[in-house]
């Protein structure tokens, strides 16, 4: 079963530590380790939170409209609400390692993990880049702030019209992931 997954793009190495499925639905947390200069674009969640826990090293986390930074030190813990844009970035000189608890845990959240960062592993997230973020953002229900909302319509279209694609990337790079029906 592939739990680790690494993607270039942002910089980072994702292991599953516990699936949605595993937890009963409640969480999906992450192990994740990133690079100097790594991290994520400010983005928010409309059905689950985000709780960052840093291990090793410092973890940067931006939040709110007015991008509030807080750095935390190893063994501390923030947790983003619904709703609120963040971001994570490695602030310091070494790569880092935090943990990443997603509440309640979100299948497609895994999924748009699992195929991401398979893609941009592969080269590929770029070839066809608008219908593989407007696939990608859906089913994670990763939604962009600012000009980028003005989009969201046309994503929500492209990935709607693009459901047997998702089905091809799913089943290409989730198929060696826990699944619902392995646990029962």
Not at 46 to 72: D, H, M, N, Q
Not at 107 to 131: C, H, P, Q
């Amino acid at each position: 079963m592939k739990r680790k997954f690494i993607n270039p793009e942002i910089q980072d190495v994702a292991t599953f530590t516990k699936f949605a499925c595993e937890t009963g639905g409640r969480l999906t947390e992450i192990d994740i380790v990133l690079q100097v200069g790594g991290g994520n674009p400010l983005h928010y969640h409309k059905t689950y939170s985000e709780t960052f826990t840093a291990i090793e090293g410092e973890l940067g986390v931006k939040i709110g409209k007015k991008k509030e930074i807080r750095i935390l030190k190893p063994g501390e813990s923030f947790t983003v609400p619904a709703n609120t844009l963040h971001c994570f970035f490695n602030p310091g000189k070494e790569q880092i390692r935090f943990k990443v608890t997603i509440a309640p845990g979100h299948e497609g959240f895994e999924k748009a993990i699992m195929v991401g960062y398979s893609l941009s592993e592969d080269g590929l997230l770029r070839k066809n880049l608008l219908r593989n973020m407007a696939v990608l953002l859906t089913i994670s229900d990763m939604n962009m702030p600012g000009l980028f909302s003005i989009f969201e319509p046309v994503l929500k279209c492209i990935a709607y019209f693009s459901k047997d694609y998702e089905k091809a990337l799913v089943k290409k790079y989730c198929a060696q992931t826990v699944t619902v029906d392995e646990l029962v």
